[in-house]
């Protein structure tokens, strides 16, 4: 909005002309996304505390986590109005790409909106049946991915995978980018929402991978580098990087308000919406595949359930004390700022190897 209102005049005002650099307009994202947060969280705060929109603990969980209950949660509604209200502020708003990340993440955002919000009526840790969250999280997967084939000449986002390490590695799939980009979508999504168990966890993580995709949007965006590095060129996705931008933005600001002891919680309506929106700037940027990489700590948390479920229903046996593996490293004695910390650390290390694959090859 901004750039569409104060570049115009660029030519009376030569200042005005910032506004034409992606760099500069996802640093007033960063910063926009910030202050709403900062500003808004404490009045949310109580407004979900006033409603009694509090969190319940499954039964299963951490002993250590009874004392949680009752904190409030569906804070991942701060987090989307903070994202979208800075990405409309500070991005090209003619840019269709922009406009399907933001579909996306608000449609899964609803599922998990619907899911947090049966939990709250029930007073009970379950929600949606996982049938019907597969159900509707795939169907939002299949639709993005069709929208993608068909976007208006020129932004249309090739039905191709790009393997990192590898020069000029791209594979069209045809018709399977649906169901590959579905999968992608609800895998992201909920590898994201397993990760989202601890105070601070899942959202200092997805800070990291926005910062590193946004880097990877700007790079696939600007032809020059983009045949310098020898990845896809993708018109348009450069403006992504503002999306990304501000999402770092929220989850600073988010995080002020979930790091441990936590105030809030982001709740499904959180991490569904994050980890699908950031499936899809994976897919738009062309990097998939890096994806498991820049993700690789949400890609764990995902693997040990599968793991401990599989495990015990093969052999009656679980390969961790509790799944998520979090939970394992609690129930052995570590303290949660310490496997926060130590995730993060983590997090961050995975992401720096992703962001290996634009030279490596």
Same mark, same amino acid.
């Given at each position: ?93 003619? $840019? ?99 990760? $989202?168990?601890? $105070? ?162």
């Amino acid at each position: 909005m901004l750039y569409h209102l104060l570049f115009p005049l660029s030519e009376q005002f030569a200042a005005l002309n910032v506004f034409r650099y992606i760099t500069f307009r996802s640093a007033g994202a960063i910063v926009t996304a910030v202050a709403l947060s900062l500003v808004l969280g404490p009045w949310f705060i109580r407004r979900l505390q006033s409603w009694s929109i509090g969190q319940s603990i499954r039964e299963e969980g951490p002993e250590r986590h009874r004392a949680k209950a009752g904190t409030p949660t569906m804070g991942g509604l701060l987090i989307l109005f903070s994202v979208l209200l800075s990405t409309l502020l500070w991005a090209k708003l003619a $840019d269709p790409l922009i406009w399907l990340v933001a579909g996306v993440m608000v449609s899964f955002g609803l599922i998990g909106f619907a899911d947090d919000w049966l939990k709250i009526r029930r007073r009970h840790n379950r929600g949606l049946s996982a049938a019907t969250k597969l159900l509707l999280q795939t169907l939002v997967g299949a639709g993005a991915a069709v929208i993608m084939l068909r976007l208006p000449e020129g932004f249309e986002v090739a039905s191709t995978i790009a393997l990192p390490f590898f020069k000029n590695a791209v594979f069209n799939i045809g018709w399977l980018f649906v169901p590959f980009v579905a999968l992608l979508l609800v895998g992201s999504s909920n590898a994201v929402n397993l990760t $989202d168990g601890l $105070d601070g966890l899942a959202i200092g993580a997805v800070l990291i991978a926005a910062a590193t995709y946004g880097i990877f949007a700007y790079v696939a965006g600007n032809a020059v580098v983009a045949a310098y590095l020898q990845v896809p060129f993708v018109r348009g996705v450069g403006e992504v990087a503002v999306f990304c931008s501000a999402l770092v933005g929220a989850s600073v600001g988010f995080l002020w308000f979930n790091a441990h002891p936590a105030e809030v919680f982001m709740g499904d309506v959180g991490s569904l919406a994050l980890g699908g929106a950031i499936g899809t700037v994976a897919v738009l940027a062309k990097q998939e595949i890096v994806l498991a990489l820049v993700g690789g700590l949400f890609v764990i948390e995902a693997l040990s359930v599968i793991v401990q479920v599989t495990s015990f229903k093969l052999t009656g046996k679980r390969v961790f004390r509790m799944a998520p593996i979090h939970h394992h490293f609690e129930l052995g004695g570590w303290s949660e700022p310490k496997i926060i910390v130590r995730f993060w650390i983590l997090a961050f290390l995975f992401a720096l190897i992703g962001l290996s694959t634009l030279k490596l090859r």
